[in-house]
């Protein structure tokens, strides 16, 4: 597939403050998209996803929106807690596709 | 456990020697991939395995890299004479079918090559 990419490698945020990630992918045949969060020294954990046909979902505390006119993706988070400090990464793959494509990653440091 | 699971966790070889990494996916699951992570990258497809079918090995790197997957179940991927360029975190995910199914991730094996 073709690149998938963050705007962003880094994200500092205030405790209690929202978060947004963004990611640009460049596969106009992208059909669906997810978002991960990896931290230190675990795999990657599947926080929301979103198919084509839709431009926003929301989960608990997250959401994510697309805009496919722009190939772009952005993962939400509400009232940014701790523990959401983590690298985020956004996958896609095309339909009948199984290969995810990631992009780079961005780190998120929630400040106290 | 009901995720998946990989060992070892770390993996310290010299350089030339041969290594097998192994991946227990979620039962039930059909569907099991390898990815591999660089340091401050993210992950890249290796290959892909769906029940009895021909795996897709058209993301490993080299002919040195293979993967199995034994009875649809557990799977062992295997570097030959490794290389320096191979030490990575290798990450084995399951989902329960094709395509679109949520892609569940073990904690990966962190391989270093000296």
Same mark, same amino acid.
């Given at each position: 597939?073709?690149?998938?990419?963050?705007? #962003?490698?880094?994200?500092?945020?205030?405790?209690?403050?929202?978060?947004?990630?963004?990611? !640009?992918?460049?596969?106009?045949?992208?059909?669906?998209?997810?978002?991960?969060?990896?931290?230190?020294?675990?795999?990657?954990?599947?926080?929301?996803?979103?198919?084509?046909?839709?431009?926003?979902?929301?989960?608990?505390?997250?959401?994510? #929106?697309?805009?496919?006119?722009?190939?772009?993706?952005?993962?939400?988070?509400?009232?940014?807690?701790?523990?959401?400090?983590?690298?985020?990464?956004? !996958?896609?793959?095309?339909?009948?596709?199984?290969?995810?494509?990631?992009? !780079?990653?961005?780190?998120?440091?929630?400040? !106290? | 456990? =009901?995720?998946?699971?990989?060992?070892?966790?770390?993996?310290?070889?010299?350089? $030339?020697?041969?290594?097998?990494?192994?991946?227990?996916?979620?039962?039930?699951?059909?569907?099991?991939?390898?990815?591999?992570?660089?340091? $401050?990258?993210?992950?890249?497809?290796?290959?892909?395995?769906?029940? @009895?079918?021909?795996?897709?090995?058209?993301?490993?790197?080299?002919?040195?890299?293979? =993967?199995?997957?034994?009875? $649809?179940?557990?799977?062992?991927?295997?570097?030959?004479?490794?290389?320096?360029?191979?030490? =990575?975190?290798?990450?084995? =995910?399951?989902?329960?079918?094709?395509?679109? @199914?949520?892609?569940?991730? $073990?904690?990966?094996?962190?391989?270093?090559?000296?």
């Amino acid at each position: 597939g073709e690149s998938v990419g963050l705007h #962003l490698p880094t994200l500092s945020v205030q405790e209690g403050d929202n978060s947004i990630i963004n990611c !640009a992918y460049s596969n106009s045949a992208s059909d669906y998209f997810i978002w991960y969060k990896q931290e230190s020294g675990k795999g990657p954990q599947f926080i929301i996803d979103i198919r084509s046909n839709m431009d926003k979902r929301q989960g608990q505390r997250v959401t994510v #929106l697309l805009n496919k006119t722009v190939k772009h993706l952005s993962l939400q988070i509400a009232a940014t807690q701790p523990g959401d400090s983590a690298v985020y990464f956004c !996958a896609e793959n095309e339909q009948d596709d199984y290969k995810l494509s990631f992009g !780079a990653g961005t780190t998120v440091t929630v400040r !106290a | 456990g =009901a995720g998946v699971s990989q060992s070892p966790s770390n993996k310290v070889t010299e350089k $030339g020697k041969d290594v097998e990494l192994r991946c227990d996916p979620i039962s039930g699951h059909t569907a099991l991939y390898w990815y591999r992570q660089s340091l $401050g990258q993210g992950l890249e497809f290796l290959i892909y395995f769906q029940g @009895n079918s021909a795996p897709d090995k058209s993301g490993l790197p080299s002919d040195r890299f293979s =993967a199995e997957r034994t009875g $649809g179940s557990v799977s062992t991927l295997t570097i030959q004479r490794t290389q320096q360029e191979d030490s =990575a975190v290798y990450l084995c =995910a399951s989902s329960l079918g094709l395509g679109n @199914n949520e892609q569940f991730f $073990g904690p990966g094996t962190r391989l270093t090559v000296l």
